[in-house]
């Protein structure tokens, strides 16, 4: 059984995320990293997307160390299709998970405007 918009309501989402989980997960094929520590994300729809990183780095944060533009700029999609950034580029992040900061897909589409 499919599942509608009204599916999502009832489950509490608001009314953009259940259109989007509606309509299907967007899938990032590429990350571009652009200035002032936004992010310039196309999917697998073609849509491009601008997502600004800029709210969430901030002192205390996982994502502070995205402070430090050389680590912002080395972002990369993962295999599970979240946007990822090494802490240490020398350390393999598949082998020490703990050197991988990611943002998910889905929040990815939802929290950015389209190009």
Known sequence: MPKTVEYYLSKGFDSKAAEYFAAGRRKPVSVVPQNQMKLLIT????EQRIFDMKPLIHKGTVYSILNDESIFNNCYIDSTN???WDKDPKVDSEEIWSNKIDIGADTCYLESVKV
């Open 43 to 46: 999917f697998d729809n073609n």
């Open 82 to 84: 979240s946007i990822c």
